[in-house]
């Protein structure tokens, strides 16, 4: 079973930055894929940066430019900087692993951490 937890959450005043952290219990390289996901409240949850095994990442158009997907495999992490926050980007946020076709397609999730942007 795979394990994913996330770290960096919190409080931040609007313009602000933070870094979330999503540590593996394996190699993250047998991933084919990660990323963040997050959920407002009364929100559905929604991609917001993901990065491919070979390390081509994509992102929502809402936080392109502000945002940047990492991924250390020494470490088994990926990370999310968020720079200029809004208080739009409140939520609570998802990291995400996905395995090949050889093993199932399988998904993974990380129980979430919150991130709050005060204006």
């Known amino acids: 079973q795979v394990q994913l937890v996330e770290s960096g959450g919190g409080l931040v005043q609007s313009g602000g930055s933070l870094r979330l952290s999503c540590a593996a219990s394996?190699?993250?390289?047998?991933?084919?894929?990660m990323g963040w996901y997050r959920q407002a409240p009364g929100n559905q949850r929604e991609l917001v940066a993901v990065i491919s095994s070979s390390g081509n990442t994509n992102y929502a158009d809402s936080v392109k430019g502000r945002f940047i997907i990492s991924r250390e495999n020494a470490k088994n992490t990926v990370y999310l900087q968020m720079n200029s926050l809004k208080p739009e980007d409140t939520a609570v946020y998802y990291c995400h692993a996905r395995r090949g076709p050889s093993d199932g397609n399988s998904d993974y999730w990380g129980q979430g951490t919150q991130v709050t942007v005060s204006s």
């Open positions: 394996r190699s993250i390289t047998s991933f084919i894929g």
